[in-house]
């Protein structure tokens, strides 16, 4: 019986509902004990406690979207205003600084 209980994901749920989004993309688990739901749940939220960010590739991410017409207050990712433009201030969207295209060996050009 599917109980439909959130064991990991609660911030992506906020986040599609600020969006409005009708749908979200879900990952059944009935295989699994009581236990080892809730040793999942500790793991996920101590594993996301402890990464840090890349910080360049955050500023490239920010200032792409920035540029485009989203149609969504930015600050639903969870950082300020602030800390969006000051990221922004430092860099800005370039393709052939865009460390996805060294990481797939394109030519961003």
């Known amino acids: 019986m599917l109980s439909c209980r959130i064991v990991a994901g609660h911030v992506r749920l906020a986040a599609a509902k600020l969006l409005k989004m009708r749908e979200v993309p879900v990952i059944p688990i009935e295989h699994v004990s009581k236990a080892e739901l809730k040793a999942y749940a500790f793991a996920d939220n101590k594993i996301a406690s402890n990464v840090g960010w890349d910080e360049e590739t955050l500023k490239i991410e920010f200032a792409e979207l920035s540029a485009r ?41």
């Open 69 to 109: 017409d989203t149609g969504f207050d930015l600050e639903v990712t969870g950082f300020s205003t602030t800390e969006i433009d000051r990221g922004d201030e430092r860099a800005h969207f370039r393709p052939d600084r865009d460390p996805r295209s060294r990481q797939l060996g394109r030519d961003p050009t």
